[in-house]
Structure formats: structure tokens, C-alpha cells
Nanobody, 125 residues
Framework: QVQLVESGGGLVQAGGSLRLSCAAS????????MGWFRQAPGKEREFVAA????????YYADSVKGRFTISRDNAKNTVYLRMNSLETEDTAVYYC??????????????????WGKGTLVTVSS
């Protein structure tokens, strides 16, 4: 079993910043790709960002490019999402996900074997 636990969500004003963390445990290797999805109220879950095992390859949704940065610390089995210049449209539950590899077709479609329970980010105007 793989457990993913998100933290760092909260209420922030538009233009502000937050850093989300996702700690992985269980039968997960540092070779796994990890990433983030989000689901806004009344909308479908969407891909946000993903990173390969070494951190050398990253993918971002167009809506967050230049504002969000994904990174990881393999010694801590943790992936981070630094979110800057937050907009009210970024309000959503953010979910951490993991897969054995960074396959763009799987990540962009959200076909992930492992999911966290989510952390709520609310951006106020």
C-alpha cells in the first residue's frame, strides 16, 4: 500500500503564496513520479503539475505555468507545490498523486494508481 498525505492548504488572498507538501509512505520508491491535481467546486478534477523521480523533468498545466513550481525531496519522500500569484480561480481541493513513471498521457488524463485525500486551498479576492 502507498499512502500520500497532503498538507499546507488554507485561506490566502489573491496575489499571495502557499506551499503544499505531500508526504509519501508505504510501498513507494523514490523512483516514482509524483504530482498534483485539483478539483474546483462544480468542476472536474484537472492536472496541475508532475515531476519525475530525479526532478529533472516536470510538467505543468498551462493555467499554472510561471506561477507554480513543483519540486521533491527524495530523502523525505516528499513532493512540494509552491504556488505564487494565486488567483481566485486557483481555489480547489488539491490532490497529490503518484505513479511508477512520468508518462504524460497518464498524468494529463489523471490515470493514477495512488491518490491522497486532498487539501483545500481557498483564494479570496
Amino acid at each position: 500500500q502507498v499512502q500520500l498525505v497532503e498538507s499546507g492548504g488554507g485561506l490566502v488572498q489573491a496575489g499571495g503564496s502557499l506551499r503544499l507538501s505531500c508526504a509519501a509512505s508505504g510501498r513507494i520508491s523514490s523512483s516514482y513520479a509524483m504530482g498534483w491535481f485539483r478539483q474546483a467546486p462544480g468542476k472536474e478534477r484537472e492536472f496541475v503539475a508532475a515531476i519525475n523521480w530525479s526532478g529533472g523533468t516536470t510538467y505543468y498545466a498551462d493555467s499554472v505555468k510561471g506561477r507554480f513550481t513543483i519540486s521533491r525531496d527524495n530523502a523525505k519522500n516528499t513532493v512540494y507545490l509552491r504556488m505564487n500569484s494565486l488567483e481566485t480561480e486557483d481555489t480547489a481541493v488539491y490532490y497529490c498523486a503518484a505513479d511508477t513513471r512520468l508518462d504524460s498521457s497518464r498524468w494529463f488524463r489523471g490515470i493514477m494508481p495512488y491518490w491522497g485525500k486532498g487539501t483545500l486551498v481557498t483564494v479570496s479576492s
